[in-house]
């Protein structure tokens, strides 16, 4: 069955986006990050366009990565998360995966594990954000412990920043300055920035960048829109009209009556609702698009409808016309914001069955 609502991805726009990553990042390597099924845009679509334009993939797990690998994927791909006992690290191995060593029991499961080859792998350190992470302490020990062994065949060095959203954060030069100190010691390989940094950080550009978020369109800073940036959305989120109703002055739209219309109104339903990955709590005046013109969203979000305030259009609406929810205008941080959330989580909520 068919519903109203509809998403598009633009490749196009995925070019130009990388295009910016390469701006800022020079002659880093490329680890495109497409985790969450690339962020809700489809994970294999994403794969497969990818492949043979940046260095390597990275995926939360290894089970998205057996996913790529078998789909035909031979790039290099790295699994953020690494293995959480044997059989994955076997996994690993089979399927030519690069894990991410966070913990140090992966060591140690690393040296005592028969291998058919010596594996890439990565040693996380936990710089500042205290989620995923080795100590500096424990890295220097794991390195000592792996630079030697048949098991591997290179080690790479990564950390994440944990407000590189906000450049001006005082914990990101501290971070940077233990990951400086940590990387010069050991002297392989190294990635810190992921798209925030990129974007704001170029003393966090090492080897390797990890762009996420704005490979997609969406704004990785908190003080700076897409278009500011110079991105463009790969996703947009449509529907269409249904119905047009007037309303009149004190007489309230949708659920729990929360939004009570001042003047004589005409509204335009939507066929859209949080049964299709539309947020729930965007508030009265979220932009939607409907010929080209923003106009505000009223009331409660319903399951599979919205209201949408088109008392400006002079009757230039009709059923069946288009009404973007995101895109270039309205972009998907302008909603996730009315929403109070992030655009992160619409685009991967939304795209979930892409």
Same mark, same amino acid.
């Given at each position: 069955?068919?519903? %109203?609502?509809?998403?598009?991805?633009?490749?196009?726009? @995925?070019?130009?986006? &990388?295009?910016?990553?390469?701006?800022?990042?020079?002659?880093?390597?490329?680890? /495109?990050?497409?985790?969450?099924?690339?962020?809700?845009?489809?994970?294999?679509?994403?794969?497969?366009?990818?492949?043979?334009?940046?260095?390597?993939?990275?995926? /939360?797990?290894?089970?998205? /990565?057996?996913?790529?690998?078998?789909?035909?994927?031979?790039?290099?791909?790295?699994?953020?998360?690494? =293995?959480?006992?044997?059989? *994955?690290?076997? +996994?690993?191995?089979?399927?030519?995966?690069?894990?991410?060593?966070? +913990?140090?029991?992966?060591?140690?499961?690393?040296?005592?594990?028969?291998?058919?080859?010596? &594996?890439?792998?990565? &040693?996380?350190?936990?710089? $500042?954000?205290?989620? @995923?992470?080795? %100590?500096?302490?424990?890295?220097?020990?794991? =390195? *000592?412990?792996?630079?030697? %062994?048949? +098991?591997?065949?290179?080690?790479?060095?990564?950390?994440?920043?944990?407000?590189?959203?906000?450049?001006?954060?005082?914990?990101?030069?501290? *971070?940077?300055?233990? =990951?400086?100190?940590?990387?010069?010691?050991?002297?392989?390989?190294?990635?810190?920035?992921?798209?925030?940094?990129?974007?704001?950080?170029?003393?966090?550009?090492?080897?390797?960048?990890?762009?996420?978020?704005?490979?997609?369109?969406? %704004?990785? @800073?908190?003080?700076?829109?897409?278009?500011?940036?110079?991105?463009?959305?790969?996703?947009?989120?449509?529907?269409?009209?249904?119905?047009?109703?007037?309303?009149?002055?004190?007489?309230?739209?949708?659920?729990?009556?929360?939004?009570?219309?001042?003047?004589?109104?005409?509204?335009?339903?939507? /066929?859209?609702?949080?049964?299709?990955?539309?947020?729930?709590?965007?508030?009265? $005046?979220?932009?939607?698009?409907?010929?080209?013109?923003?106009?505000? &969203?009223?009331?409660?979000?319903?399951?599979?409808?919205?209201?949408?305030?088109?008392?400006?259009?002079?009757?230039?609406?009709?059923?069946?016309?288009?009404?973007?929810?995101?895109? +270039?205008?309205?972009?998907?941080?302008?909603?996730?914001?009315?929403?109070?959330?992030?655009?992160?989580? @619409?685009?991967?909520?939304?795209?979930?069955? *892409?």
């Amino acid at each position: 069955m068919q519903r %109203s609502a509809s998403v598009e991805i633009n490749l196009d726009a @995925l070019t130009h986006n &990388l295009s910016v990553v390469r701006e800022h990042a020079g002659d880093a390597n490329i680890m /495109a990050v497409i985790k969450a099924n690339a962020y809700g845009h489809g994970m294999l679509k994403v794969a497969l366009y990818l492949e043979d334009k940046v260095d390597a993939l990275a995926v /939360a797990c290894a089970e998205e /990565a057996i996913v790529l690998r078998e789909a035909g994927i031979k790039t290099r791909i790295v699994v953020l998360q690494g =293995f959480h006992h044997a059989d *994955q690290l076997r +996994q690993c191995d089979l399927f030519r995966l690069e894990p991410v060593c966070h +913990q140090y029991w992966q060591i140690d499961l690393l040296l005592q594990t028969t291998l058919n080859q010596p &594996l890439k792998i990565w &040693l996380k350190a936990d710089t $500042g954000m205290h989620r @995923l992470g080795m %100590s500096v302490e424990e890295i220097k020990q794991a =390195f *000592q412990k792996l630079n030697n %062994s048949r +098991q591997i065949e290179k080690i790479h060095l990564m950390s994440h920043f944990a407000n590189a959203d906000e450049p001006e954060n005082a914990l990101n030069q501290e *971070q940077l300055k233990r =990951f400086d100190d940590l990387q010069s010691s050991l002297s392989t390989e190294a990635s810190l920035a992921n798209s925030a940094a990129i974007m704001s950080m170029p003393a966090a550009i090492k080897d390797w960048v990890r762009p996420g978020v704005m490979l997609y369109g969406a %704004s990785p @800073l908190a003080n700076k829109s897409a278009p500011e940036l110079g991105l463009k959305p790969v996703m947009s989120l449509a529907s269409q009209v249904i119905a047009i109703t007037d309303v009149k002055a004190g007489e309230a739209v949708g659920y729990g009556s929360s939004w009570v219309s001042e003047t004589d109104s005409k509204m335009a339903v939507v /066929a859209i609702g949080y049964g299709d990955g539309y947020p729930r709590h965007a508030t009265s $005046g979220t932009p939607v698009n409907i010929n080209g013109r923003l106009c505000p &969203l009223v009331g409660r979000v319903s399951m599979d409808m919205i209201c949408v305030d088109i008392s400006e259009m002079d009757d230039t609406v009709n059923i069946g016309d288009s009404a973007i929810l995101w895109a +270039q205008k309205p972009a998907v941080d302008e909603v996730a914001h009315s929403a109070g959330t992030i655009g992160y989580e @619409l685009l991967c909520h939304v795209g979930k069955d *892409q």
